[in-house]
């Protein structure tokens, strides 16, 4: 397997520390608000990455955070923390709020064939372990006590700007603004292990310790949860780009200087999902979420297509256009598919060179729109028989997870809930009087091979 480590910003031959087994760290989502299609983004890519791995043969071990606490609404680790402005936007608890968007989180994952981790666990579990590792950095120098809050030294890292590449000068520029804030902090890229009620007095959540009652920082529960459940050796940790500093950055001179030794060798970020306004994020306010695309007739795999078609590694542009497009070619491979004869007659001869290209493909630091190809090159092969190819495209499927190879009745019925929803939401642009949309819904569902015929009763359609 080779990949690309944001580490040494080369594509590196992917060597674990006990052969055979992947130990596997993903940040997971900040439960404010619902996932916007661009974390999705993220995570279906995680979620192709373990299961290339273990496509390889690898025994992965994934963990992922729940972060219900302590992410504040700046990086600089200022202003107010983002659960506690979600939960007075929504009337809601923090609790309330963490356990309505986490479970809408693992929802939208489930109709996306996102695998939830093996383990997943939520941020404020584990104060002791955050209090044992904040405990043993202050001993040993690594962090200071200032003003009632901990914060970690950072010129006491060992090489602080290694993973963003940064400049610390220029970063000094970036930081000033909140410098007379945070004028507890020793430099002011030091970042906050451990806040008390002195400086954020009307936190919900809080829990006792050595320095006061307070909060974690929002860095420190990845490294803590990492290291109770992975271990002190951690193979690849992952993230989209935004991640990279200050998140992973602080991560990184946190573990290390706990556990004394390097800590993760691969670094895997994944580029963003863009819309017209840039970098989609879910504090500007508006953004898609899976619900929306739902809502307007998308089927949630298509836009798991739509993302395994560009490489993660490569920013990708979302408009409905380019959706649409993916939805009928994803439609018509499944129909495609669906046509094959299923009657037995497996003929062994090229599974191996087929099973070794889709492998490659993995290799090839997760080439997502080769596996695609793999699939469109199988259908073509005119060596193979149907029922050959429904078990090799039923055996990538384990990895791209599209749905590709099911039963004609559930092609029949989530296929036919598709169309009519098509068909409302034509007749809604109708009455809207938005004819381009009631003519762009017809034209998508030809492509899709329906045709639909109007009559003074409705709207129906016939397969052509
Ligand atoms: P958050 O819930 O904000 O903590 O983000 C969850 C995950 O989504 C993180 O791994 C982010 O790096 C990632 N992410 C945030 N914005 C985008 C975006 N526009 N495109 C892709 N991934 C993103
Ligand atoms: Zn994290």
Redesign the pocket.
């Known amino acids: 397997m080779k990949i690309f480590n944001t580490l040494t910003r080369q594509v590196e031959e992917f060597v674990p520390h006990e052969e055979g087994v992947v130990r596997m760290y993903t ?1 997971g989502p900040t439960v404010y608000n619902y996932a916007h299609i661009g974390n999705l983004r993220t995570y279906i890519f995680e979620d192709v990455l373990e299961k290339g791995l273990r496509y390889l043969g690898y025994d992965v071990r994934r963990a992922m ?1 729940i972060t219900d606490v302590g992410h504040m609404t700046s990086d600089a680790d200022s202003g107010e923390d983002k659960m506690e402005k979600g939960a007075k936007r929504e009337g809601k608890t923090v609790r309330e709020l963490a356990d309505f968007y986490t479970k809408a989180f693992f929802d939208d994952c489930e109709k996306l064939n996102i695998r939830k981790p093996s383990i997943v666990e939520p941020a404020s579990h584990h104060i002791d372990v955050y209090i044992k590792m904040i405990s043993k950095m202050l001993e040993d120098g690594y962090a200071y006590l200032s003003n009632g809050n901990v914060y970690f030294d950072i010129s006491k890292a060992k090489d602080y700007y290694q993973l963003s590449g940064k400049n610390p000068e220029d970063l000094m520029v970036g930081v000033r603004d909140t410098v007379e804030e945070d004028s507890a902090k020793r430099n002011p890229a030091d970042f906050g292990l451990w806040f008390t009620v002195s400086k954020f007095s009307n936190q919900e959540m809080k829990w006792d310790s050595p320095w006061g009652v307070g909060y974690p920082g929002w860095h420190i529960e ?1 490294s803590g949860i990492s290291g109770k459940f992975l271990g002190e050796y951690l193979d690849i940790h992952c ?1 989209g780009v935004d ?1 990279i500093f200050p ?1 992973h950055t602080n ?1 990184i001179a946190q573990s290390e200087a706990y556990f004394g030794h390097k800590w993760c060798n691969y670094w895997v970020h994944g580029e963003h999902l863009n819309d017209t306004s840039g970098k989609m994020s879910k504090s500007k306010g508006e953004f898609l979420t899976l619900s929306v695309l739902m809502n307007r007739g998308f089927q949630p795999l298509s836009y798991r297509y739509f993302c395994l078609g560009s490489h993660y590694r490569k920013g990708l542009a979302f408009s409905f256009e380019a959706l649409t497009q993916a939805e009928q070619a994803y439609q018509k491979l499944r129909n495609r598919i669906k046509k094959l004869d299923r009657t037995p007659n497996l003929r062994e001869g090229k599974i191996d060179e087929y099973k070794n290209a889709f492998k490659d493909a993995i290799s090839n630091d997760l080439n997502t729109s080769s596996m695609l190809t793999l699939v469109y090159d199988v259908l073509k092969d005119e060596e193979l028989t149907d029922f050959t190819k429904l078990y090799l495209i039923e055996d990538f499927d384990k990895v791209l997870s599209l749905d590709l190879v099911i039963e004609d009745e559930e092609v029949d019925s989530t296929f036919e809930q598709h169309i009519l929803e098509q068909i409302e939401a034509r007749n809604q642009a109708k009455k809207e009087k938005n004819y381009e949309e009631a003519d762009r819904i017809r034209d998508s569902l030809l492509q899709e091979g329906i045709r639909l015929i109007d009559s003074r009763d409705g709207t129906t359609y016939e397969r052509i």
């Open positions: 940040c955070n990845c993230g991640n998140h991560e």
